[in-house]
Each structure stands twice: as C-alpha cells, then as structure tokens.
C-alpha cells in the first residue's frame, strides 16, 4: 500500500499513472489524495486492502470515490496502449464496497496480478465545474473542456475547445459561456511545468474548481494528439 501524495513512487512497482502523479503532488501541484494498491497483494487477498482503504477513507473523507488501473504497460514513452486501463467514477467512500469492485470487476477483467506494476488507485473524486484534456507541444497549447467527468475523453459533448501560445488565443464555447481566458491562463504554466519536469511533451487530464486546476493524469502526448493538434 502506499499513499499518493505523500510518497514518491517507482513507476516500475506501481505503473506510470500513479507513479507521475506522486510526482506532480511532490512538485506542490494539486492533486486528489489517492491510496495505491499492488494489485500482486490484492489477488492474494483483501482483508489488508479493506483494512487500508478503511483507514485512508477515514483520513481524506472523501464524499465520492474514483477507482482506476495503473501498470507499467500503459502510459510509456515508447507505447501509449491508451485505453488500456479502467475507470470507475461515482463509488461510495466504502472500504468493504470498493474492496468487492476491485476484487470482482478489475483483477479479473485486467488481470492485473500478472502486470508488471500493476496497482488499483483508490482516489477522491473531484468535484468540479469543468473536467478535460491539456496537450502542450512546443509551447502551443490545445484545450477542451467538458462538464462531465471524463467527458473530454470519452466523446462527450465539449463546452470548451481552446488554442493558446505566446502570442495569440482562440477559443470556442457551447451555449454556456466559459471563462476560457482564466482557465488556460492557470493550464498554460502548469503544462509547461510538467513537460519540463518530465522532459517530453504532455497530456493532461485535469478538473477545474472555479479557483484552480486538479491534476487527475500525465502521460506523454500521443501521435493522435499530434494529429488532433495538427
């Protein structure tokens, strides 16, 4: 078990997802408190799993809870595998509920024992206005913006599409207005943050409070958002 904002983590023990997300919360960059665990510990058991999770609830009281997979096969410089892992949104801050899904609907779906770095990530949900994708290459950022979790990157409908450099901004709204100009005046410096940190260019998956950007993922920018930004 380990603790995601507290802890620095080894990607090849608890996959890139969860191990780039330590590292953004040990830069100071908001990050929901999530709690990581080696899915290796969980198929052999989860009465420990419910033991930490109970203990982690107790001490984030989070009011809503989101499950997802991490492992070394997803995420890389050299394969993306986008959409390999699993989402779960909207689960109750239960131990012994989330200890059932992870043990009946993710270990055996993906098989995550056998993964290496293979790890369930147990975090707070974020609650937020706006929820959506960031990518920054060569200082040029595209955005967009859903109010849905995970909206931007299922297909759902947008209400912000946004382009932003040094010099110039463009950007396109639904029918309600966004404070587009605000929103990637924060996403601008924190992308170009992490993309220095890590040393390639990223996609951000991200939530927006009103008051300041969650960071919810980091992974290398793929050839289908280079095309997209194209």
Request: glycine share 6%; aromatic share 6%.
């Amino acid at each position: 078990m380990a603790d995601l904002l507290s802890q620095r983590l080894d990607p090849d023990m608890w996959g890139h997802k969860a191990a780039r997300l330590s590292q953004v919360a040990d830069l100071g960059l908001p990050v929901p408190p999530g709690l990581c665990l080696s899915s290796a510990s969980l198929a052999h058991g989860t009465s420990e799993a419910i033991t930490s999770i109970c203990t982690w609830l107790k001490l984030y009281r989070p009011r809503r809870v989101v499950v997802r997979t991490s492992s070394t096969l997803e995420d890389g410089l050299e394969r993306a595998h986008a959409g390999r892992s699993v989402s779960l949104l909207n689960c109750p801050p239960d131990a012994s509920a989330l200890a059932r899904v992870i043990d009946q609907d993710l270990l055996p779906r993906e098989e995550l024992e056998a993964v290496p770095g293979g790890c369930v990530l147990v975090q707070e949900q974020a609650e937020a206005s706006l929820y959506g994708v960031a990518f920054i290459s060569k200082d040029r950022l595209l955005v967009e913006a859903s109010p849905y979790p995970d909206g931007a990157t299922a297909g759902m409908p947008l209400r912000m599409r946004a382009r932003r450099d040094a010099r110039r901004f463009r950007a396109s709204t639904g029918p309600e207005q966004v404070p587009s100009l605000a929103l990637t005046a924060q996403l601008h410096p924190l992308c170009q943050q992490l993309s220095a940190h890590f040393g390639f260019d990223v996609d951000v998956e991200w939530a927006w409070n009103g008051a300041m950007v969650l960071v919810l993922q980091v992974r290398p920018i793929t050839q289908a958002a280079l095309e997209w930004a194209s």
